[in-house]
């Protein structure tokens, strides 16, 4: 295990985080970090095109929510981002 900060291999345990992975610490920078985070994955994009395809075809937000299984305020941030980038072309 090395320092993702100074590449160090001079590593302690530090504690252990709220959701029970353990910390570590690297002596050399004082650098806090879990050795096998993992990045969040979120949704991928043929599920943000069905969800923006059902908004478009009529379906409100709770029932995608329902039917997909992605939060409504999820949608509507997406619906939110495609309609900002729609404003450049008008």
């Not at 992975?21 to 994009?45: A, L, P, S, W």
């Amino acid at each position: 295990m090395q320092c993702p900060e100074c590449k160090s291999t001079h590593i302690r345990k530090n504690g252990i985080n709220k959701q029970g992975k353990q910390n570590h610490i690297c002596v050399t920078c004082g650098r806090q970090f879990i050795n096998n985070y993992e990045k969040q994955k979120g949704y991928d994009e043929k599920t943000k095109r069905e969800c923006l395809t059902a908004y478009v075809n009529g379906m409100g937000f709770r029932g995608i929510e329902r039917l997909k299984g992605v939060h409504h305020t999820t949608v509507i941030n997406w619906v939110k981002s495609v309609l900002e980038f729609c404003q450049g072309f008008l």
